[in-house]
């Protein structure tokens, strides 16, 4: 190479350089995307119908890409589309729950009103139907926690299961709590039957007392932690969304969470069976009164 310089007018980097084979000097113009071209080159004399060649293959990244506006307005149609049919499913979901609802409290007006089950009986059914609806939330819940993939339908059913178990908990711990458990623990008059009185026949059994002075009451406590735990995980799934996808430690925290609640759910039931298979369930027969 013999000499180098700028040439301000022309903007070209131009080097002039002795071809050893040739024995002629050589022009070597990098002015065109960094391409080594020579005088013999017709690119030098064809420079802008090759541009416009190779600018139609898109070689040029610098070159402004063309915005298919058409497409767009097409897609944007069928995301509307798409939001109209959410908001339906949506509609229909909520409305398919007060229906559902409204069919409960209907069936129990006209069990309470011909005297096919009691109050309490009522209370107790419900309570352990609940404890079977927490299940299948929890099953819901968790699946949607490890699924590997997280379209738009699987954070609908992570927020309608999580929500649903926290409600369901609330409502048989209440139940339980303030329904049921009152025609338990309930004191016998002088001279009643202990068969219609659980704690009292427990309580004067020598052999079963644990049943009243520890099954029951770790039931009591035990139960009361399902809805906080999955008021919790509930919380956490409707307020972050799709954006517990990123966070793979957040999602095994909610997952833990769930397990212990569903598993202190299952502690309390299983107390609560070994209550009922050692005292008598009599008292379910009793009238309620508030």
Partial sequence: MTDTYD?????????????PLLSQEVEVDFGFGERPVFDDDPL?????????????YGEFDDEPTVVALPGRDRFRGARGSRRKTTTLLHASTIA????IGAVGVVLSLVILMGRLLTARQLF??????????????????VGTLLS???SRLTVAIRKLSTGSMALLAWAAAIIGTWLVYPGYRADAPPGADLDLYPRQ????????RFWDGFAMDWKMHVGWMTPFLATAVAFVALRYGRRLRADFQVRKMLTNLLVLAVATAAIAAVLGALVNTAAPNDFLH???SP
Avoid: C, P
Wanted: charged share 25%; aromatic share 12%; no cysteine.
């Fill in 7 to 19: 040439d301000l007018d022309d903007f070209d980097k131009v080097w002039y350089q002795d071809d």
């Fill in 44 to 56: 030098v004399d064809d420079r802008l119908e090759t541009a416009e060649e190779f600018a139609a």
């Fill in 96 to 99: 398919i729950m007060v229906g």
């Fill in 124 to 141: 107790f059914m419900a309570h352990s139907i609940l404890g079977v609806l927490i299940v299948n939330a929890f099953a819901l819940g």
């Fill in 148 to 150: 590997s993939t997280d």
């Fill in 201 to 208: 026949y427990l309580q004067q059994t020598a052999d079963l």
């Fill in 286 to 288: 009793r009238a309620w």
